[in-house]
């Protein structure tokens, strides 16, 4: 019986592999709340500048969060100095106000897109860094505490 269930856990472990990640990493926020001068900032060597890859934020909120979407400002910098910058918006929330993402209960992860089958030009290392760039109707200012968003990382995959 033993023998069964350790078979049963390696085999568990083999599958939930993943041959195509090169690259993961993320960072708590603060308390549970993402605040707008918190920048996530992600450096990693090119893995290939042959094979394609494609890059997502992974993102983890709970039931804190107030909004049904996400807008963030993603700089993406080259070894060779080059940088751009995207502003991107992410629904998070269905339009019955279930959270969209995997996860049981209060907390769910989001895998989002953010570079599909791209091809890293130079070797070297590269940067990405986020922050969110949420705006309530009518002010300038933005919102400053973004609560419920508990983590938010960087994932590369090769490209099938």
Known sequence: MR???LGLVCA???LSCNDNLVYTRSESTT???WDRDEVMTFTFKAPDTIQ???LYFN????DRFPYSNLFVIAAFNTPGGETSIDTLEYEMARPDGTWMGKGQGSIK?????FKEAMVFPDTGEYTVTLQH???KNGDVEGVVELPGITDVG???EKQE
């Open 109 to 113: 992860e989001n895998k989002l897109w």
């Open 154 to 156: 960087l994932e590369i």
């Open 133 to 135: 760039a949420m705006r």
């Open 52 to 54: 394609s890859h494609n």
């Open 59 to 62: 993102i983890r909120n709970d």
């Open 31 to 33: 308390g549970g709340s």
């Open 3 to 5: 023998n069964l269930l």
């Open 12 to 14: 568990l472990a083999l």
